[in-house]
């Protein structure tokens, strides 16, 4: 099975200020149709899960464009450009190229 | 209005089994594959089970194989997931999702699973 690992897995941050989460995988998450399955899910406290970024730098529809995704291959980054209130929550990042799908192992993101 | 709502969630027995159910509206539900997703009290996130558009492939996490087995009625617009030989770790809040590789998805509240005696 492909191994997600995320890092940090606690992020401390300062409203305002920019946050990265790293996520590296396994294996290549290029598939063979040529796209790279990689999702990036954020949880807020108490809710379902939602979709911020799909095939690793498409932003979701009615996402925030602080919000970027980028990597390739094995390596794969979520910033967000300057964090607001509601940030606060998991992130988990995904990968849908290979079965069984996997998810990371998730970073909180908190106020210090 | 898009809506996944699952149901069938409950107290079960250690070696008991359930069916849960996910109704979806607002898309067409015949031409995309579907999926369970579980989170465990306080845990991440794990994939649990993928069905195609047509029902003709699954595939499932290592840890359900085998006891678990997810099916479609396209004609009813329903997603299912039978539960069997459920075990305590199989506690957890399941979500079904509109498939997650896509452009667009669509995920549900979730319903919760609790097996405990």
């Known amino acids: 099975d492909v191994v997600m690992t995320q890092s940090p897995l606690s992020l401390p941050v300062t409203l305002g200020q920019p946050a990265s989460i790293s996520c590296r995988s396994s294996?290549?998450?290029?598939?063979?149709?040529?796209?790279?399955?990689l999702n990036w899910f954020q949880q807020r406290p108490g809710q379902s899960p939602r979709r911020l970024i799909y095939?690793?730098?498409n932003r979701d529809s009615g996402v925030p464009d602080r919000f970027s995704g980028s990597g390739s291959g094995t390596d794969f980054t979520l910033k967000i450009s300057r964090v607001e209130a509601e940030d606060v929550g998991l992130y988990y990042c995904?990968?849908?190229?290979?079965?069984?799908?996997?998810f990371g192992q998730g970073t909180r993101l908190e106020f210090k | 209005e898009v809506q996944l709502l699952e149901s069938g969630g409950d107290l079960v027995q250690p070696g008991g089994s359930l069916r849960l159910s996910c109704a979806a509206s607002?898309?067409?539900?015949?031409?995309?594959?579907m999926t369970w997703v579980r989170q465990a009290p306080g845990k991440g996130l794990e994939w649990v089970s993928t069905?195609?558009?047509?029902?003709?492939?699954?595939y499932y996490a290592d840890s359900v194989k085998g006891r678990f087995t997810i099916s479609r009625d396209n004609s009813k617009n329903t997603l299912y997931l039978q539960m069997n030989s459920l075990r305590a770790e199989d506690t957890a809040v399941y979500y079904c999702?509109?498939?997650?590789?896509?452009?667009?998805?669509?995920w549900g509240q979730g319903t919760l699973v609790t097996v405990s005696s």
């Open positions: 995904m990968q849908g190229t290979h079965w069984p799908q996997t």
């Open positions: 095939k690793v730098s």
């Open positions: 999702a509109k498939d997650l590789r896509s452009t667009v998805i669509y």
């Open positions: 294996q290549s998450l290029v598939h063979s149709d040529g796209n790279t399955y």
């Open positions: 069905i195609r558009s047509s029902g003709d492939n699954t």
């Open positions: 607002g898309f067409t539900f015949s031409s995309h594959a």
